[in-house]
């Protein structure tokens, strides 16, 4: 029997480690062979391998509930179904714990050396780094951790060398120097994903650059005025009348003694600003696109360094001029941080005559995520990879339906991208990682090779020749975009590969589309031959539950783990309030989340959180997250519990027709046992469309309407009156215990991938009483709808009589008349259908309508005055003498209006002031909306049974 009460914590706990144990979560669980890929009888799903420094958040609950749903949901249809484990090295932010840990002890990683901090963040690794991994069994995900890889593994290294060395001989990866996002902290080029760009205050600056001429000056606007030390030209537009004659002139750089030419080029827009634009092709990626336009033309090209001038040093302050260059760049600014070097020149500028104008100015500012530093647009070498010949076969792929996203428009962003696509800077500055296989001599000759040894022996290099690596390592987003072979073991041509390429889906967020999907697709094909899998499920982004997204500096992070085992208030405040960015928010976030969680958080269990999860996800669009759906769904779990244990009392120990027919003596259906067979039908039908294609939210809606609605507000009902009824027949006995057992051992399984403990919990009770066999519904079949088990009359019957039941109940509703009340009730306008049934089916509305007797009445019969409901053509009545006081319920009635009147008066006066709508937040405003709606319609609902009650005193007069 089950607890009595539904505990999730310790049947989560449990069964995880049972499944893990049984090694359920293998591919060959119960599953035939497969080959090649993951087709019709293999599935596969590769995990977005989360970095190893992270945690659990909202973003991967949700994306893991939709991929383990799909795996359970496919592995109990008997395919061989592999979702691979593993992990990201994350190069950027485990160097940065790492760091930080060293810090703590007084060191630098210069200190220990390049070998000795990588074997401390290996350290690290074996110690910590398992802590998202832990997180994603407790949410039930069931990966085939056996086969775990992780992103710096000997096997997955020795791949990324592989491709590397590949695509080098074959002129697809070169060395060159070009502009790259630059964290000034970490000393490293980031990707466009790990540049954070927000609104912030900042100044706009005009400076005046003198015409050589001296007939006057430019005026150019700036927000980063230390970068006119690089200038190399001022642009203005070729059709701007006002400096058309000015094109082909030259200006004074201020501070600079350099001369740089007035040039013509659509980049100036004549609309803004002043229409001139100063160009800084070293610093800035759209001047560099005007440089490029513009490079062969003397007047550039005679420049210091072609006009291409770089004037910081790494770490963002003003570099020293080179022997060759002289006074290119002012030895007032020589060393001077950035920041200290704009004041300095906007001094000088003042002091000259030439700052024009300071206005204050809002500005998008480009931050490093893991560093918080403003990024700098700078030039160094860096490796990079020739994408346009590996594009064009990926843009192929999705054209020829290879590949296919869902929804369907997600490919459209996936053209944009890969039509306009960039080279790949695939190299970083820092030391964790997978260093670049490449090799110089003292004449700065490159080598690249799988090994240093490789290299020695292919070029005949003698082993006492010096040769040095390059320290640099590659962008993590290289070793991700083979992700998808390289944990099956390529380059060997091993039989996971074989099995389980391409996979079956990629479940992932929009915003990662160009940085890893697509580049996946293109080294899928480049290496393997083919795409790396078929489907491309794209999700929203969780939001909070007024659709901002989460944040740490916003205060509205839930943490999925304490939705799972709850948390208290203090714990949760210090939680949020820790390691922030901007640590002058804490003291406000700390406010708030004492008001939206007064008693904290309370524990919901990871079924709770899934199903929420599922009936949340909408194909593509972002989801809000409240806590009311979680507490609804965990509810829906106690039900669930709640009606088991019903039918287990009713079960366990008694003949449930294992052995019987559903045709012969000892086994008889009812309508009702009919009925609920039949709409089971249709939800399985339902269930198996919706997550066929990737409509979780309607697979989730489909088994809470049947489970709530159709089995326990219904069905559970339906069967008391034939279970305690002592005139019962044993045949019509067993046959409703069957019905019970074999339809929630049924919904167990289709419920299965989205709850897979509690129903797990349940099974195991449930599936002797149903004549089941087996270990685990893990591997139970999943539910197929059986058209011999439709039955129409069985519904059109039933629908009746929950016709009947409704209008009863609505009237007491209606009339504030207690549920348990017995009514007599009067039908009248009734068919020989309707006798029929009403003979069939009396102990059903007895039991469910509390009715105290039931009379037809003959057609020249006066009805009394009574309350009326439909059941198509009949008429319900209910005589309404004696059974209310009118004037005491007229009394209440006027009360509760009033009430509300007053109410509805205040919220619309809200609605009428012009300083809260102009101030509230958006939907602050549309609750307060939503509230009139909801007010408006309850008023009238008070005002309808208002009317009804004085028409009843009228009619008693009369």
Known sequence: MLDKNYDPRTLEKTWYRTWEDQGYFAPTAGAPSVGPGAGASGYCIMIPPPNVTGSLHMGHAFQDTIMDALIRYHRMQGKSTLWQAGTDHAGIATQMVVERLLEAEGKTRHDLGRDAFTHRVWAWKAESGGTITRQLRRLGASLDWEHERFTLDEGLSGAVREVFVRLFEEGLIYRGKRLVNWDPVLHTAVSDLEVLSEEE???????????????????VSTTRPETMLGDCAVAVNPQDERYRHLIGEFVQLPLTGRRIPIIADVHADPELGTGCVKITPAHDFNDHEVWLRHRDETAIAEQAHGGLINIFTPDASIRANLPEEGELIPTAYIGLDRYVARQR???????????????????????????????????????????????????????????????DNWKNTYFEWMRNIQDWCISRQIWWGHRIPAWYDREGNIYVGRSEQEVRERHGLAPDFPLEQDPDVLDTWFSSALWPFSTLGWPEQTPRLEAFYPTSVLVTGFDIIFFWVARMIMLGLKCMGDVPFDEVYIHGLVRDTHGEKMSKSKGNVLDPIDLIDGIELESLVEKRTQGMMQPHLAEKIAAITRHDYPQGIPGFGADALRFTFAALASTGRDIKFDLGRIEGYRNFCNKLWNASRYVLMNTQGEDCGLTGSSTGDDIRLSAADGWIRSRLQDTITAVNEAIQSYRFDHAAQAIYDFTWNAFCDWYLELSKPVLTDAQATAAAKRGTRRTLVRTLETLLRLAHPLIPFITEEIWQKIKPLAGIEGDTIMLAPFPGADPDLMDPDAESELGWVMQFVLGVRRIKGEMDIPPGRPLPVLLQNTSDQDLARLAANRKYLDALARTQSIQVLSPETQAPESAIALVGEMKILIPMAGLIDQEAELKRLAKAIGKLEADLERTRKKL???????????????????????????????????????????FGSG
């Open 201 to 219: 205050n900042g100044h706009l600056w005009d400076l005046r650059y003198p015409l050589t001429n001296g007939q006057g000056h430019m005026v």
């Open 345 to 407: 020149i906007l001094t000088d500028l003042t002091d000259l005559g030439l700052l024009a104008q300071t206005q204050e100015h809002r500005l998008q500012q480009p931050r490093g995520d893991r560093s918080g530093a403003v990024i700098e647009p700078y030039l160094t070498d860096q490796w990079y990879v020739k994408i346009k010949p590996l594009a064009d076969p990926a843009i192929a792929a999705v054209e020829d339906g290879r590949v296919r996203f869902v929804p």
């Open 912 to 954: 009428a002031n012009p300083n809260f709508i102009d101030k509230a937040p958006p939907a602050v405003v549309q609750k307060e909306r939503d509230k009139v709606a909801e007010q408006q319609t309850a008023l009238a609902e008070l005002q309808e049974q208002a009317e009804k009650i004085r028409a009843l005193a009228l």
